[in-house]
């Protein structure tokens, strides 16, 4: 995917110049050795410029790592460790920065090398609180050479996050629909996490859309739409006019970046969209996202941004649903229940009208969208990309701001069921314990609009951390039934 950034951690041990030197340049070699056995050694950068110990010593590390594109900094402390210059490196590194430190590797260090790093990470966290200098720490952040190289993997995703909402552009076009209060959230939050947005009006868009009316590329764009859709080509007469749709928005993400190097985009679909392009975006929304541009439904701004968080650390495509209705009684019985460890409020169906890519559905095929046409002519609404949600692993989540500007989010862990829906739509039978009271106590009181994100697969870790790092206020997950929600009535029962 090209519209994610790839990370290059740059590794920069420290020192306390009480403490012997050695300590943190031999445990460093040791750190980056580990990470070339197991993983991508491009991942990382060793810094060789020199230990800091002193301010002086910072600013050569700094300009190390800019000079040799790193845009991910891991603080290593391979003793006790510099509280200053250490987090100064943090504040004035432009980019995620994280802090491992190094155990006492045997019996024979005690006696005279000891590093004492386990004591340098509270004075290292206190520091960066001192300077209001965000940090990510993990769970637990010291160990040996190959534990140490396995927290900076795992810090990869959460950086490429971190770094691509850092040059990210949010484009969308037209105010949100009618009724549609749900997705409206003050702006300021994004640009408080780093976030550009540029707002147009979908007549901008039409213009556009217009202009592109028989460019030469079309063709070729409706070969790859054939190819893609094979057998559930059912509607072909409006592949030419969602080719040239697809091409509108591609050229727009091109000409509109700026100074980002990164785009999402939250379109408009309805309800004035139909009748004047001829068509529903749903299926050209479905191959953006595929190709690593997320495009939210009904202009749902933190929709879209959640969506491209989640293509960051996963490296892969996501989609954006309704929490959409109940699972019937009877499928659950038949289908669920005695089958699944699950009970029947832990399951529901998530739903949009067709903007998952092809390759998280069973059976894609092209129809029209069936909500829609029952107000308008079928002939406008098509262009939906229908099928059952693959089963597996998911991750389901949203970032968003509140009316009065607080920054929320949640994260539930689950699976799609391998369940036939019968019904239409991309949609599948989603479950995840106790959702039920997730559904209440998190969505319901955290004022959380319908729209979800969805991460194939399980990415909870990451996520909590991304947004933990983002200063997130109210940061909900499913808790396990014993453990009550603040707001759960204990007589309940």
Not at 161 to 171: E, M
Not at 206 to 227: L, Q, Y
Not at 353 to 364: M, Q
């Amino acid at each position: 995917m090209n519209n994610i950034p790839q990370i290059k951690i740059g590794i920069v041990a420290v020192s306390r110049d009480c403490f012997p030197e050695s300590l943190s340049v031999n445990r460093r070699k040791a750190l980056v050795n580990a990470y070339a056995k197991k993983y991508d050694k491009a991942d990382i950068y060793e810094c060789p410029v020199c230990i800091v110990e002193s301010e002086i010593h910072m600013l050569q590390a700094l300009e190390d790592l800019k000079k040799n594109g790193c845009n991910a900094l891991c603080v290593y402390l391979g003793n006790f460790g510099p509280e200053i210059s250490e987090t100064m490196l943090a504040q004035k590194f432009d980019g995620p920065v994280m802090f491992c430190a190094a155990a006492e590797e045997n019996i024979g260090v005690l006696s005279s090398d000891r590093g004492d790093a386990y004591c340098g990470m509270l004075n290292a966290s206190y520091n960066l609180k001192l300077r209001n200098v965000k940090a990510y720490i993990p769970e637990y952040p010291v160990g040996d050479a190959e534990y140490c190289a396995d927290l900076i993997h795992e810090f990869v995703p959460v950086a490429r996050a971190l770094a691509g909402l850092q040059d990210l552009k949010i484009i969308s076009f037209g105010p949100r629909p009618l009724n549609f209060l749900a997705c409206n959230a003050p702006i300021k939050q994004l640009y408080n996490i780093g976030v550009e947005i540029e707002e147009n009006s979908e007549l901008d868009l039409f213009e556009s859309f217009n202009k592109h009316a028989g460019d030469k590329r079309i063709p070729e764009v409706v070969a790859d739409m054939e190819k893609e859709l094979g057998k559930g080509n059912k509607k072909p007469e409006i592949l030419a006019k969602l080719a040239q749709y697809e091409l509108t928005l591609l050229d727009w993400v091109e000409g509109h970046k700026g100074s980002k190097k990164y785009v999402a985009i939250a379109g408009k679909c309805w309800p004035a969209f139909q009748t004047q392009f001829g068509f529903v975006p749903c299926y050209v929304n479905s191959r953006l996202t595929g190709k690593g541009i997320p495009v939210s439904c009904e202009v749902d701004i933190y929709g879209c941004l959640s969506e491209y968080i989640g293509t960051c650390i996963s490296g892969e495509s996501v989609t954006l649903l309704d929490i959409n209705n109940t699972v019937p009684q009877d499928m659950y019985n038949a289908s669920i229940k005695g089958k699944h460890d699950y009970k029947f409020t832990d399951t529901f169906m998530g739903f949009h009208c067709g903007n998952t890519c092809s390759t998280r559905l069973c059976n894609p095929t092209m129809k029209y969208q069936k909500i829609m046409a029952r107000s308008l002519p079928v002939e406008v609404t098509n262009g939906t990309l229908e099928g059952d949600i693959a089963p597996g692993d998911i991750t389901f989540y949203r970032l968003q701001s509140t009316a009065d500007n607080h920054l929320y989010a949640y994260v539930a862990e689950g699976e799609v069921l391998p369940v036939a829906t019968q019904s239409f739509g991309s949609i599948g039978v989603f479950a995840i314990k106790e959702m039920g009271r997730f559904y209440r106590h998190v969505l319901i009181e955290g004022g959380f609009p319908h729209h979800g994100a969805v991460a194939f697969g399980h990415f909870g870790k990451q996520l909590f951390e991304v947004f933990k790092y983002l200063g997130v206020e109210k940061l909900g997950y499913n808790q396990p039934a014993s453990v009550p929600y603040p707001t759960e009535n204990p007589f309940k029962n």
